[in-house]
């Protein structure tokens, strides 16, 4: 924003600066293959900010290898959700850290594996603003990231209530004695697994925090990139249950989570 609005060369050095800290940051066990995947980071709201940073980086600079860096991490987005698709059944879309790299994923035996929607909403946010700035395989993993992003609000009559689809946690499964997670293959599946005290999210209780706001600037920024009426019928049904943090006071509170679209 700095170098946007004085155009001073420092700022922009300032950004190359933050662009090579979020590579070198970055576990090198994690950036593999071939050391550069910063979207590998050790939370996805980590590898959401990464790809941020040198997003806006090769968007100012435009030079070769800052542009190469980004397509190669959305490539490497592409490939995992392939992956994640493939194993993870109606539910799949959504994106797992590095704690996961080999899917399936491995834990202690008998523990349970749990999602952060809205860190799955930064990522989503971040991923369409790498679209709007003319990265196009962006939009490929957007529509990869769809089958959670738009199922999660749109799975009421399969099993999982709208709003179990926003909030703190999820939980996705449990780890066998293979140490192998099971997780969830339906919407109905996943929505029995989020039944207890501390996930039950009929009232709210959840997902007191801004967390609707930024499922619906996920689900606004997805709409825009890719014009998939999903992502518009998730927004509107989320918006009709009046998520908390989502009225016009928290919106002129906090305008960065007030990206929402227009009524129709």
Not at 94 to 99: L, P
Not at 163 to 174: A, D, E, F, P, V
Request: charged fraction near 20%.
């Amino acid at each position: 924003m700095a170098y946007l609005m004085t155009g001073q060369p420092r700022f922009g050095r300032e950004l190359e600066y933050q662009a090579s800290h979020a590579q070198l940051a970055t576990y090198p066990d994690d950036r593999n293959p071939p050391g550069q995947a910063v979207v590998q980071a050790t939370q996805t709201r980590a590898g959401a900010w990464n790809l941020r940073t040198i997003v806006c980086a090769a968007y100012l600079t435009r030079t070769g290898a800052a542009m190469a860096l980004v397509e190669h991490n959305l490539r490497a987005m592409v490939a995992r959700l392939s992956r994640i698709r493939s194993f993870y059944g109606d539910i799949a879309g959504f994106w797992m850290d590095h704690g996961d790299y080999n899917i399936p994923a491995r834990g202690q035996p008998g523990g349970e594996y749990r999602l952060a929607p809205w860190q799955q909403d930064f990522m989503a946010i971040t991923v369409a603003q790498a679209a709007r700035m003319g990265f196009t395989t962006a939009v490929e993993v957007l529509r990869l990231m769809k089958g959670y992003q738009v199922g999660r609000f749109l799975s009421t009559s399969h099993g999982f209530p709208i709003r179990q689809g926003t909030g703190y946690h999820q939980r996705l499964g449990y780890f066998g004695a293979d140490r192998v997670l099971r997780p969830a293959l339906t919407w109905a599946e996943f929505g029995a697994l989020q039944r207890g005290q501390d996930l039950d999210n009929r009232s709210w209780a959840n997902a007191n925090g801004y967390y609707g706001s930024l499922s619906l600037s996920a689900l606004a920024s997805g709409y825009e990139v890719t014009h998939d009426r999903d992502y518009r019928r998730a927004h509107d049904a989320l918006l009709a249950e009046q998520p908390p943090y989502t009225d016009a006071r928290a919106r002129a509170r906090e305008p960065q989570h007030a990206i929402m679209l227009p009524p129709h």
